[in-house]
């Protein structure tokens, strides 16, 4: 009986119905509304690991736990849900970050009972992006999920938060237009018309169709990853956002832009993403640089920290770029990785502004001393951040490095510049968050009075060990994380492949490419390579 449950709709159904109880909850002081809300996050992440222990595969790459159902058939709308390599642990991600972000909020007093309900519509939504088949209920689980945010940010922010969540909203919503024009174009193109993905993915477009469809997905997706120029939204809704919401935002959201670029970019437009993927690779260098060097120029905490997750995404954009299952392996990992860093960060950073009302980094100072516990679970943190070896950072990195230099598909020259303008960042980012620790924990303690510097209780360091945890168990054995995607990142790999000798054979490509050299490399020792470097032993 349970192999029948369609447990995909019970996960994105059970916090969406449980949000709409909590306005009838006899609750005076909100105590009764937390537990609540707590109760059900930690509910749907068990019924996330059960769902997926029991009825999932991880040696199939195809989509599983699949439920279809018609929804509008007057629209062709169809309640279309599945999971595979790519969105299974994306959504284990989702439950376990927003879990500990509703256990993060324990502190909200005002407006209890709004928050928590829009906090776990938020993961309903968040859910339904990743587990959607059909390109409607992609777009309006995308939309649904803008909703809360905006909300949350608006009410629960800090000074300037009208502001922060309206350029949030306009960013957000004006680049989810795109989806819907793309996701229409293409169900409508040819004979026959639909919004099934899979159905999508095998239609034949011209190439100018595809790359027009693929550039206005990239915009969308480049909007939430987000992508320069499109990311300057990002830390004016950090710098104001609770730290419950940013570590929502960081963990979760920004992976969404990673995930629609993979699932449709990549999957379903593989000729145009073939033709692009050197601008793909030079704007996630772009990001790299660009974010590691704004970073030095906040005097603001959280929007240093947001400009450095501007950067780590540039990674992601690398990986989706190289064209190989090294690359898009990297590109998950590091997505799953900066998820659970940025949240820890974020979340160390709420305790610092709950203590001094301030985010200002130059009235900070001297905390090492009075804030020890505090000091320690933010450097860690850090080196996590940096890619220190041991941490799932920098497997996510090394990964993509490894990719770039192991695609067959790019010139040397290329490769190397790519390689280089990257590695410019890796040394950029250590000086930054260095001189971010040492500015806020080191030296003279600023104006702020002693009595505000209270160390982490018992319930913030559980919710910061529970995201090191993770961190440090990928960072020595990153397998755990790996086996769940690695069949899907070298299937998608290998129609990449197919598509890639196609355009080789037209001669028509990028100066970047090197395609008429173009010789298919070996998928099935991928793994292999990626383990090897992880494990010289082997």
Sequence with gaps: MLTQIPWLTVLIAFPLVSAIAIPILPDPNGKTTRWYALSTALIELALMVYAFWGNYTFSLADLQ????????????????????????????????????????????????????????????????????????LFFLMWEI?????????????????????????????????????????????????????????????????????????LIAFGVKLPIFPFHTWLPDAHGEA????????????????????????????????????????VLGVVNIVYGALNA???????????????????????????????????????????????????????IIYDRTHTLTIEKMGGMAKLMPTVFALFTISGMASLALP??????????IFLGVANTTVYTASFKLM?????????????????????????????D????AWIDAQPREVFITICLLLPIIGIGLYPKIVMQTYDVTTMAIAQNLEQEVTVVAQQGHFSSALALQ??????????????????????
């Design 65 to 136: 736990l699949t439920e279809t159902y018609p929804w509008v058939p007057q629209i062709g709308l169809n309640w279309s849900l599945a999971v595979d390599g790519l969105s299974m642990p994306l959504i284990l991600l989702t439950g376990f970050i927003n879990a500990l972000a509703i256990f993060a909020a324990w502190n909200v007093t005002k407006k209890t009972k709004l928050f928590y309900c829009l906090m776990l519509v938020l993961l309903s939504a968040q859910i339904g992006v990743f587990a959607a088949q059909d390109m409607l």
């Design 145 to 217: 999920e803008l909703i809360p945010v905006y909300l949350l940010i608006s009410i629960w922010g800090g000074p300037q938060r009208q502001y922060a969540a309206t350029k949030f909203i306009l960013y957000t919503a004006v680049g989810s237009i795109f989806i819907l024009v793309a996701g229409l174009a293409m169900a409508f193109y040819g004979d026959t018309t639909t919004f099934d993905m899979a159905a999508l993915a095998q239609k034949h477009y011209p190439l100018a169709f595809e790359m027009l469809s693929y550039i206005g997905l």
């Design 242 to 281: 609770s730290a419950p919401v940013s570590m929502v935002l960081a963990g979760v959201l920004l992976k969404m832009g990673g995930y629609g670029l993979i699932r449709m970019n990549v999957q379903m437009l593989p000729h145009a993403h073939i033709h692009l993927a050197p601008i793909l690779a």
């Design 296 to 350: 030095f120029s906040q005097a603001n905490l959280k929007r240093c920290l947001a400009c450095s997750s501007i950067s780590h995404m540039g990674f992601v954009l690398i990986g989706i770029a190289t064209l190989s299952n090294l690359g898009l392996n990297g590109a998950v990992l590091q997505m799953v990785s900066h998820g659970l860093i940025a949240a820890s960060l974020f979340f160390l950073a709420g």
């Design 390 to 399: 041991g941490m799932s950072g920098f497997v996510g990195e090394l990964t």
């Design 418 to 446: 790519v390689i280089l303008l990257a590695a410019v960042g890796l040394i950029l980012t250590p000086i930054y968050l260095l001189s971010m620790l040492r500015r806020v924990f080191y030296g003279k303690a600023g």
């Design 448 to 451: 702020i009075a002693s009595s």
């Design 517 to 538: 050299e173009f010789h298919a490399p070996d998928l099935s020792t991928s793994g292999q390579k990626i383990m090897g470097v992880m494990n010289p032993a082997r």
